[in-house]
């Protein structure tokens, strides 16, 4: 099934196996959150991995934990028919009968669904990426700290406008930062970020 | 704005309600389990949370439980937000104290009419409560305050009758006929201490008998005032006035700030009784307001406030503790009875106030920083 969506959303092209339509009806037509909600789910392409792993571990609880996370996002994204497969492994995984055919279905369906959004994807808008001063970027951490501290969103808003600031004010730490910060363990985040800004003696006000 | 929790083990799904939630200019606080969720708790404070149930170590359902165990977050609406939709969860999500329960993959407009919904709940239960408190203070207030008013009515007979009889008693020792006692010296003692006593009643008695009507003015029922259409500015002007020349030595530097400017302050009213309620802060700002015999300042403000006035007398003194606060109002509380003070003045005011006048008085006091009185007054106070 090919679903069409380009005439009214010119800003992604069609994908198999994705019902954008619906997902984005249901998001009150939000194309920019549905563009983030779909680079963020390129980041699940190792999930079945993850799953087989939890399983030779014994893990069997995690694993089915990760099916349900799967089946959520899929279901959230429209993704209609991997929903499905996620959904039987979940309750495959509950029942504790052998998950290997539909686990390999799932990371088929899966990787085909990321490749075909990424060649779909319109191409990540432009962030602020002239070089900031130092004078600029203690401010930016101050905010940033303020923001953490309180488990405030606006954090991952401003790592998204200022990240050159950032990768300035963090140096090596930056891509732990980011990790943090997009996955929203702030306290974590907060942790590194000061970390970093008495390294480098940036005070955080 | 109001600041939502959004509290989701998975960041694609915190990413989308933030999306939708953010461009409806809500803040968002973020925790991704349910133990984060309550260590985010500590340090702010959201106006509701957005659920999820199945997260690992504490899942939603245990997370809620909790909430609603602690007396600070109990009030908090929950709103769960889960693919685990079968009716029994629908149903143990609600006996846990959830408000609502919402299918995910979740539909933008339904969950922001949702959670718009019971916000407005929630700021109605809220003030509610608030009105629910004040009214149930404000009957006790008014049940203590004829009771003293009942008391002093019922001791002011017999204080009329020992008068009297002190008033017989030292009219009658000197008497003409009592003249021959005076010829023994133990005689002349007798009478002389007769005279002395009789004196002393009358003079008790008659402090009595001012208490006794002071006790009486504490109910409203006692207020005797010509109901009538006045310039509220010029009463508050006069009044100040009245204060200053009464009291020459008073100690404090009254500013009176009219905010209304050149518009007239018309206001149907009971001028006199609002005179009494001014005159009483004053005082009161003068004896409590500052450290024995220190000049301060006093700031008597007037202003628009909605259909009514807003009067305002404020102090930059010592202020009022916080244990001493909730009792100002309370009949016979004083903290300056060694000074001569009865405990009655800021009673007499919170009646003619609320009661008389059908209006609103509330203090706002830091220790330090000094005391404010804020009376809220109707444009037109109905006739009692």
């Not at chain 1, 959303?9 to 959150?33: C, F, K, M, T, W």
């Not at chain 2, 009219?258 to 001028?271: D, F, I, K, M, R």
């Amino acid at each position: 099934m090919l679903d069409s969506l380009s005439m009214d959303h010119p800003a992604l092209a069609p994908v198999q196996g994705l019902n954008s339509q619906e997902a984005l009806a249901r998001l009150g037509g939000n194309l920019p959150v549905y563009l983030k909600m779909l680079r963020r789910f390129l980041e699940l392409e190792s999930l079945p991995a993850q799953i087989a792993q939890e399983l030779s571990l014994g893990q069997g609880a995690v694993a089915q934990r990760l099916a349900h996370t799967l089946k959520g996002v899929a279901a959230s994204l429209g993704a209609d028919s991997l929903q499905q497969q996620a959904l039987q492994l979940e309750q495959c995984l509950g029942q504790g009968s052998d998950p290997s055919p539909i686990l390999a279905e799932v990371r088929h369906q899966l990787t085909a669904l990321v490749q075909a959004i990424r060649m779909a994807l319109p191409p990540e808008p432009e962030a602020n990426l002239s070089g900031p001063d130092l004078q600029q970027v203690a401010p930016l951490g101050g905010k940033m700290a303020a923001w953490l501290e309180s488990f405030d969103s606006q954090a991952c808003e401003l790592l998204e406008a200022e990240p050159m600031a950032f990768r300035m004010l963090l140096g090596s730490h930056f891509l732990e930062f980011e990790k943090a910060v997009t996955g929203y363990a702030f306290d974590e985040a907060l942790q590194v970020l000061r970390q970093a800004a008495s390294k480098s003696g940036v005070p955080l006000t | 704005m109001s600041r939502l929790l959004i509290v989701d083990d998975e960041p694609a799904n915190i990413q989308a309600l933030n999306g939708i939630l953010r461009e409806q200019g809500y803040a968002i606080s973020v925790a991704t389990s349910g133990l984060q969720a309550l260590k985010v708790l500590n340090s702010i404070r959201p106006d509701l949370i957005l659920l999820d149930v199945v997260m690992p170590e504490l899942d939603g359902f245990e997370t809620s439980e909790r909430l609603k165990h602690s007396a600070e977050w109990r009030d908090i609406p929950i709103i769960f937000l889960t693919a685990k939709a079968a009716p029994r969860d629908i149903v143990r999500g609600f006996e846990l104290g959830a408000v609502d329960y919402v299918a995910k993959p979740f539909h933008a407009h339904e969950l922001l009419a949702r959670v718009k919904t019971h916000l407005a709940m929630d700021r109605l239960r809220r003030e509610n409560e608030r009105l629910v408190r004040a009214e149930s203070e404000l009957a006790r207030h008014r049940s203590v305050a004829e009771m003293v008013a009942g008391v002093a009515h019922e001791l002011n007979t017999p204080l009329g009758i020992i008068n009297t009889a002190a008033g017989l008693l030292t009219k009658w020792a000197g008497e003409p006929a009592l003249e021959a006692l005076k010829v023994t010296p133990e005689g002349k003692m007798l009478l002389d201490d007769l005279l002395d006593a009789g004196k002393l009643i009358t003079r008790n008695a008659s402090r009595a008998h001012k208490l006794v009507q002071d006790f009486k003015k504490v109910s409203v029922h006692q207020i005797t005032d010509i109901r009538e259409q006045a310039d509220l500015a010029e009463v508050v002007r006069d009044t100040v006035h009245l204060f200053q020349v009464s009291a020459p030595r008073q100690s404090l530097q009254i500013e009176v700030i009219n905010g209304l400017g050149e518009q007239p302050a018309s206001w149907v009213g009971y001028p006199g009784s609002l005179s009494q309620v001014l005159l009483n802060l004053l005082s009161n700002a003068q004896a409590y307001g500052y450290p024995d015999g220190q000049p301060g300042k006093v700031e008597v403000r007037l202003d628009r406030d909605g259909e009514g006035y807003c009067l305002s007398v404020r102090d930059f003194g010592k202020g009022i503790s916080a244990e001493h606060l909730p009792r100002v109002f309370d009949p016979f509380f004083t903290t300056g009875r060694a000074r001569g003070g009865s405990g009655l003045g800021m009673s007499i005011v919170h009646t003619i106030v609320t009661a008389h006048m059908q209006g609103t008085i509330r203090l706002q006091s830091s220790p330090g920083e000094g005391t404010t009185v804020l009376i809220g007054l109707p444009q037109i106070v109905p006739e009692s």
